[in-house]
Every structure is written in structure tokens, then in C-alpha cells.
């Protein structure tokens, strides 16, 4: 535990030093230059600690879980990002009552941090990604760096980016809360806890853009790896689809690939990871995603597998969407 948060802290350290430096050109910076702040340097410092070893798997209410979701709160503290209103010091506590499907179940946590829009702050766009895996077994470490650490990490960039330019007097016209839940794995808990207790009002959450794993490559795709999958994104809202594809083809040229969203899709991916939980609701979103590999819910999905700068060109692509969703005149709505 002490050697874990003094790595986080260093971790942390080198982050506001290149924060700071930027900051003297803070004035010119545009929605590029801040999405340029998210490095494939930095996501993988991130990485190697909360897909490190020490962290046990994650597995949702167990010492390991607990460790991962103090990274997320020193790394928000540290940025002077706030908490958001009713969620005490940053977690969304969860009773271990509400984890049925858990034979021993623990109390567990979503973590939550928060920056307040300027011209329509009760307006929020939701950033997730769950931080939780599946933890150990046969005494082998399940360290779940593309799932989803990947999506856990570029969260941390995107809200550094985000608080960055509101420091510098950019804040987003609408407010952004970035959710990091738990209980993904074992049945999409901490989403669901959250839609049902929401820390606001869901009428006035504008969309919700869900990450998870974003640092491979589908092996299907390893002669063109320029690519991401997106699923969801059309079917609330013509509105988000066509801002996603504009904002994409203007700021970042991926490949954005929809085979998975094809209703017929065998896999339904769909269904299967935590933006489900806000479409139940209504609410527009966007799944970002690589596909599944060969090391999928395997404990080899280790951090030195990871493609560092195509993750972060992912990661800028969710960054510049969400800016666009944030600060446009029109507010995105369900069809
Ligand atoms: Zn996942």
C-alpha cells in the first residue's frame, strides 16, 4: 500500500510539472493543443501502476479495488478537480447488499469527480469507464490493463485536459462528471447503481460517452490498426452520431468501424458494458472500444501489451467529442 501511493504520487508529480510548463502558453491554447496533452507518455505512467501487480485484479470489494480507487481520488485531488455534490470526498459509497450476484459480497465504490459547466452547469455529460476486473485466480494476477484500465486511464487524461483549459478560462459550457465505476464485471453494478441513485437529475444528463478497452488491436484489424469500434452512437440520437462523425473526421482520422453495431451481432456488445445502463434510460451514448484479442479476461492482459499511441489518438477522439457535446449551442437530445 505505502510503496503503491508513493508511486502514484511520483506518477502525479510528473503530470503537473508538464502541466505547469504548458500553462505559459495558456492563452493560445486551442481544443487541440489540450487534447495533444494527452500522451502516450503519460497514459502509460498511469497504466504500469494501476494495471500493476499491487493492485491484485481489482475484483470489486476486495483490498486491491480499494487501492485502484484511491489512485483515482489522489490523481482528482491532486488536479484540484472537485467532487461532485453528494458524493462524499469522491466515492459513490455501494452497500454490499446491492452486489447479489456476489457470494460474500463487500461494500464497494464508484469513484466520481466533476467539473461545473459555465453557461449550462445543470447540464452534464457522463464520461465512464469501470475500474474494476476480475481479480485472481489459480494464484495468477488477472491485471486487466486493456480492460479496463486503458479506458480508466485515459479518463484521468481527458479530465487533466478538461481541467487544464478551465484554469486557463476555457471551461466547458456544460458540466462533465467523470464516473469510474466498479461491479462491472460481475454484472454492470456500479452503472446500474448509479442511473438508479444519480448524483443528477438523468433528465438533464445529455449523454453518456462509455470507455472500455482501448489499448489493442483486434487481431482482425492488424492490417489496418487506424481504428475503433463505436457502438450505440446512432442508436438514440441522430445528433450524437453526426457530431461524433464530424468532430472525427476533423481533429483525428480514425477508422470509426460499426460492425458491432449491428443489431444482429452475435457478440451484443451492446448489452455488455455500462453505457447500457444510461440507454435504458433514454440518455444518447457512445461505446468506444478495440474488440476483443487473445488476451481478454486472461491474466496476460499486462500493460506491455499495450499500444500506447494509437490509445491515446482514442483517447483524444472521446476528449474532442466530449468537448464538442460540452460547449456546441444546441444541447444533444434522443431522437
Ligand atoms: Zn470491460
Redesign the pocket.
Known sequence: MKYLILSAIAALTVSNNSAQNTSTASKNMTRVDYANTITAEDLKEHLYIFAGDEMQGRMTGTEGQKMAAEYLRSFYKEQGIQAPQGAEDYYQEIPASYFTRLSEPQDSENVVAFIEGSEYPNEVIVLSA?YD?VGTRDGKIYN?AD??GS?TVSMLEMAEAFQMAANNGNRPKRSILFLHVTG??IGLYGSKYYTENPLYPLANTVANLNT??IGRIDPDKKDNPNYVYLIGSDKLSQGLHDVSEAVNEKYINLELDYKYNDENDPNRFYYR?DHYNFAKNNIPIIFYFNGVHEDYHKHTDTPDKIEYELMAKRARLIFQTTWEVANRDERITAD
Open positions: 469501470h476486473h486487466g480492460d479496463d479506458g462491472e464485471e472500455d478497452m458494458s
